[in-house]
């Protein structure tokens, strides 16, 4: 058995050779044969997914290809009709297989070069001979057995006159597709009903002399044809001054060889390009042409329709909307089975229009925005497209933020990096505000020379927002705008700031125990605090002066290694009377009414006194607290300090508020009576973020706040207030993020501070930010409790 092809193909071609006889049977499964088509329902999603005219078209140009190589390697072709009568589109098909013979000749001759041995009649006419022809009729007319064969001679007159009236065939065969002989029998119409594979099958037992002789008429009538082609071969050329014919009779070596390589030839799609394959695709796939010219003329219109009004540069998602607009346009106006390849031309046409200067940046800044501006590099020496303008990322997002201090608020870009996000921004502020007032320094990066890198941790990977020079994004942000107007943003003078007005402010801030109120102290609340404390002092030495850490401090920081510049800000407005807590803050704008005041803290302490000499051989002295106390016993005081704490929280669009107890918002009656106290805030985690209830929501949507300052009112008394936060801005695994002092830092007495928390945390891995979803921010992220404590005041 011989198989050209796989037998579960929709067009195949199987084959039999009788080497006793020396006769190969060949037959073509394709799309042609009724039992072939009605197997299409096997390729239903193929059939859904395509159409069934694009993949009816594929199946008739493969069908006809195989066609047209039986014609090629063949001396005798059957062809069949399944009824009675003879099949007038055989006409057509017999007429587009000759000229595509015609147009492939050439390419085929080629092909036939390669073969050793073969015959020269056989490369100059490019196939055996001229075919012969017989028709076979699977239905027998309905006449009388005597009258059979009379029928028989009526139907090849008439098959022979409709081929030559068509010039299917001429006088002389060379110069047809096939030839149709002129003296023998050509057609034969099947005596009994049968199914086609018992026929084959009693054709193939008869020739290969397989099971009991039995007459067969079909056998005889195949018989003289085959005889006559193995003594004398075909001259069926017509006329009186007409040549020989040219009939070869190959070895089956050379045939074999010669037969696989023309249908090699005829299935490579690499030959598909050829004048004779493009011209029987035209001639078969007619709805096809016409889907072809109809798409055609509506893809400049779907192109028009995506270009119109369009900016000078766009997004990626706008470009896939206007491309879905296009593709609409081109799926409503055109027709066939050519719409889905020009669908694909027009996602092609599109996408080059789109990236041929007019695609926008779209990086993602640290909140998640895309950045507005047209592809770009951001320095000059990046490698990429050296085309490209230099510009700095920008979302065109803007937010409204406060100073260090609180006292002034200024629009600021969307942040694209952490430098500016945690200092560069305030930075820039500062300098018309609290620039001039008094800052801790928190333990930075200091080089000892112009050759310094980040360190290499190991086991982390950096997130895309790398740490870069401030100065340059300082330069794409020279439009930083400093608020709508001034009456909104109003900036306070630095003059203000100190004014001092202590007299009048001293007896609220500290309160001695008085009578009965001395009696009931609590003890469980009850502070001790001995020893003396010095501010926390970092040595430079223990740090490495030729690397810097690339991320924020945190506790599993690396030892050693510092941040090039702190995120952090403790600034000390002026004396605790800058703040009255009748009038609340009012010097500090964008907070909601009745949510901008500070919280009492009220701590009963029991100092120790320590009457021997000091470390430095001086006498400790008494504490020097001028209010009456409680002794309870030799070398102790009992008495209450009065601190006022706040928890600033801050949204994108400025507003501001307190927060009485974790999770909830301050809210003062309208006499301005707060009846909160902060030891729920001291005592406990406080949320890092909380949905802001300003009323600008945009959908109905709360926007998140976020814990942006620590306000601080320290009491004029004997005792340092000290502060040391530790933030944990997402849940675990999550670090600790810390300002990098070693011990809490100590607040001087009777002072206003306010300390500034990160914009946003980064460790080694990534980049930390709001939470997305609202009904969950107050428990992403904490400030964890023990930020503030008391301890003894250190005297001369």
């Given amino acids: 058995m011989l198989q050209f092809s796989k037998i579960n193909d929709e067009s195949s071609i199987e084959g039999y050779f009788c080497s006793k006889k020396k006769i190969l049977f060949l037959y073509c499964y394709n799309i042609y044969d009724t039992n072939t088509l009605v197997m299409l329902d096997k390729h239903e999603d193929t059939l859904f997914e395509k159409g069934f005219l694009h993949y009816f078209s594929n199946l008739r140009d493969t069908s006809t290809r195989h066609l047209l190589f039986l014609f090629l390697v063949s001396h005798i072709c059957v062809v069949t009709n399944a009824s009675s009568s003879f099949d007038l589109n ?64 009526l139907m090849e007159d008439q098959i022979y006159r409709l081929l030559r009236k068509c010039r299917v065939i001429t006088n002389v065969c060379t110069n ?255 300098e018309e505000c609290c620039g001039r007032l008094r800052h801790v320094t928190f333990p930075i990066f200091k080089p000892s020379s112009d050759h310094f890198e980040p360190a290499n941790l190991k086991g982390a990977s950096k997130s895309m927002h790398f740490a870069r020079d401030v100065e340059k994004l300082i330069t794409g942000t020279e439009d930083l705008s400093l608020g709508p107007d001034e009456n909104e943003f109003p900036a306070l003078s630095v003059d203000h700031l100190s004014q001092v007005a202590a007299d009048d402010h001293e007896e609220s801030q500290t309160s001695l125990g008085k009578g009965e109120a001395a009696e009931a102290i609590d003890e469980d609340n009850l502070m001790e605090i001995a020893g003396t404390h010095e501010l926390p002092a970092v040595s430079t030495r223990d740090f490495s002066t030729t690397e810097y850490l690339p991320c924020m401090l945190h506790v599993n920081s690396p030892s050693g290694i510092l941040p090039r510049y702190s995120s952090w800000s403790l600034v000390c407005l002026g004396s605790s009377s800058l703040y009255s807590h009748n009038a609340g803050l009012s010097d500090q704008p964008g907070f909601l009414a009745g949510s901008g005041f500070l919280l009492p803290w009220d701590i009963p302490v029991r100092l120790h006194h320590n009457e021997s000499n000091g470390l430095d051989g001086r006498r400790t002295h008494n504490l020097g607290y001028s209010g009456k106390g409680k002794r309870v016993k030799q070398g102790q005081h009992e008495f209450t300090v009065k601190i006022f704490i706040g928890v600033e929280y801050e949204c994108p669009r400025g507003h501001r508020f307190m927060s009485s107890s974790p999770g909830r918002i301050l809210k003062a009656t309208g006499a301005g009576l707060v009846k909160d106290s902060a030891q729920l805030i001291t005592q406990n985690d406080v949320p890092l973020y909380l949905p802001c209830p300003c009323p600008y929501n945009r959908g109905g949507k709360a926007l998140i706040a976020q814990l942006m300052r620590l306000h601080v009112v320290t009491p004029k008394a004997a005792v340092h207030v000290t502060v040391d936060p530790k933030v944990r801005p997402a849940p675990p695994p999550c670090p600790e993020f810390v300002t990098g002092f070693t011990e809490p830092i100590q607040l001087s007495p009777s002072s206003y501070w306010i300390l500034r928390f990160p914009y946003v945390y980064e460790d080694e891995n990534q980049i930390y930010t709001h939470p997305k979803e609202n009904a969950r921010a107050a428990q992403h992220g904490y400030l964890l409790k023990g930020t503030c404590g008391v301890m003894e005041l250190a005297n001369e």
Avoid at 102 to 130: I, Y
């Fill in 176 to 430: 047809s597709l096939f030839a149709i002989p002129s003296n023998q029998e050509f057609v034969f119409f099947k005596p009994k009903q049968q199914d086609r594979f018992t026929f084959l099958l009693e054709l193939l037992n008869d020739t290969f002399e397989i099971g009991n002789e039995s007459p067969n008429d079909f056998r005889e009538f195949l018989s003289q044809h085959i005889t006559l082609a193995q003594t004398e071969g075909f001259s069926d050329n017509v006329g009186r001054h007409v040549g020989p014919s040219i009939f070869v009779l190959p070895p089956a070596r050379v045939w074999f060889d010669a037969a696989f390589k023309l249908f090699d030839f005829f299935t490579n799609s690499t030959a598909n390009g050829l004048k004779g394959f493009q011209l029987l695709r035209s001639i078969l796939d007619v709805e096809g042409q016409f889907s072809e010219a109809r798409c055609l003329k509506v893809l400049p219109l779907a192109l028009a329709a995506y270009q119109e009004n369009l900016p000078s540069h766009y997004s990626s998602q706008y470009h896939e909307n206007k491309k879905t607009q296009a593709k609409a346009l081109l799926s409503s106006h055109g027709r066939g089975p050519a719409v889905q390849k020009f669908l694909g031309r027009l996602d092609t046409e599109c996408d080059r229009f789109w990236r041929n200067g007019r695609r926008m940046c779209e990086f993602p800044s640290i909140i998640g925005n895309p950045c507005i501006q047209p592809v770009h590099r951001v320095h000059a020496e990046e490698s990429s497209d050296s085309k490209l303008p230099v510009l700095p990322h920008m979302s065109g997002v803007r937010y409204v933020s406060a100073c260090s201090c609180g006292r002034r608020q200024a629009n600021r870009e969307d942040p694209y990096d952490v430098e500016y996000a945690n200092s560069g921004f305030y930075r820039l502020i500062e």
């Fill in 90 to 153: 055989y006409i057509q098909l017999f007429k587009t297989l000759d000229s595509v013979r015609t147009k492939l000749q050439g390419s085929v001759a080629e092909v036939l070069k390669t073969v050793p041995g073969l015959p020269k009649d056989w490369l100059t006419l490019g196939r055996l001979c001229s075919p012969r022809v017989l028709f076979y009729f699977e239905q027998r007319p309905p006449v009388l057995d005597e009258n059979l064969k009379s029928l028989q001679h």
